[in-house]
């Protein structure tokens, strides 16, 4: 079955709702994230489970959404698009990798919690996993170069002005939720990759469906 850019762009846009509620079940405090590890001390365990499954089953879909824009932009840019789409890969195969850790590190972090090893499992978590969030924004930022690149040169008549809608600016705007409006950021920030990417996927499905109907 041969599914169009508007259904993978769609297929996309439903993994950011179903890693988003996935991961608002196992991030979200009444009184902020905290740290993106210390949070996992106070999440209860019983939601974070949950949550744990629905973020590691929606992950891959977010490949389809990827893939949409390879399509979208290959006539603009071979090369580009080939480059965006593996990033868009490697960035959610690390992130499904990160995300697939949560649960079993609050799960160890509480009931280590107040004995000798409490410290050690906290280090090494920060050591081996904490670490690839930095890799997935180092991705998204060159996602969103290529991104900024393609729409510029786009030949499919896609506005310039979707290039202020790429993920690492509103990723920045969404984290920064937390210091000018903290009531909305405590609910966005703990799942801020996913409300990146509906907002991204979704800004470019509008645009195509424009193009669509002229």
């Known amino acids: 079955m041969n599914l169009s850019n508007k259904q993978l762009l769609l297929i996309g ?11 608002y079940l196992l991030h979200y405090l009444p009184d902020g994230p905290g740290g993106e590890v210390s949070m996992l001390q106070d999440v209860p365990l019983g939601r974070a489970s949950k949550g744990h499954f629905l973020a590691v ?7 389809a959404g990827y893939y949409g824009l390879k399509n979208i932009f290959k006539s603009t840019s071979p090369l580009f698009a080939r480059l965006l789409f593996i990033a868009g890969v490697l960035s959610f195969s690390i992130g499904g990798v990160w995300v697939s850790s949560r649960y079993f590190a609050a799960e160890v972090l509480q009931h280590s919690k107040g004995t000798p090893n409490h410290e050690i499992f906290l280090q090494s978590y920060e050591d081996h996993y904490q670490v690839l969030v930095w890799v997935l924004r180092i991705l998204v930022l060159v996602i969103s170069v290529l991104y900024v690149m393609l729409i510029v040169k786009n030949e499919q008549g896609l506005p310039k002005w979707l290039a202020i809608f790429n993920p690492i600016f509103l990723l920045i705007i969404i984290l920064s939720s937390l210091f000018w409006f903290k009531p909305l950021g405590n609910h966005i920030a703990p799942i801020a990759m996913n409300v990146t990417h509906f907002i991204f996927f979704g800004v470019v499905l509008s645009q195509i469906n424009k193009l669509s109907t002229k």
């Open 57 to 63: 089953f929606g992950a891959p879909l977010y490949f």
């Open 13 to 23: 846009i439903l993994a950011s709702i179903i890693v988003g509620i996935g991961e």
